[in-house]
């Protein structure tokens, strides 16, 4: 069984940067994709970005291009979320997961383990 935490939410202002961190139990985690996904109150939960097993190749939404890296230490079992440059339209549970196929993805329904989640809130 595959478990992920999340970690470093909070609340922060606009312009503002937080780093949240997807912390995994797997021995295997190594050979996982990543990814993170939002969903803020009465929207669907949305892809944000999503890194390789190695890390070599990453993805991210359009909206958050630029501003969110995601990265991943697999010696800690760790990934990764650094965001910066916040907006208040980036609000919202933020979810790390893992899909054990060979190819990152932006579809949730393609990954097999969830967090529970961690609250981001950006203010104006």
């Known amino acids: 069984q595959v478990h992920l935490r999340e970690s470093g939410g909070g609340s922060v202002q606009a312009g503002g940067s937080m780093r949240l961190s997807c912390i995994f139990s797997?021995?295997?985690?190594?050979?996982?994709?990543v990814g993170w996904f939002r969903q803020a109150p009465g929207k669907e939960r949305e892809f944000v970005a999503t890194?390789?097993?190695?890390?070599?190749?990453?993805y991210y939404a359009d909206p958050v291009k630029g501003r969110f890296t995601i990265s991943r230490d697999n010696a800690k079992n760790t990934v990764y979320l650094q965001m910066n440059s916040l907006k208040p339209e980036d609000t919202g549970l933020y979810y790390c997961?893992?899909?054990?196929?060979?190819?990152?993805?932006?579809?949730?329904?393609?990954?097999?383990?969830w967090g529970q989640g961690t609250q981001v809130t950006v203010s104006s």
């Open positions: 997961a893992a899909n054990t196929g060979p190819s990152a993805t932006i579809w949730a329904n393609d990954y097999d383990y």
């Open positions: 797997a021995r295997i985690f190594r050979t996982y994709v």
């Open positions: 890194i390789t097993s190695l890390g070599s190749t990453t």
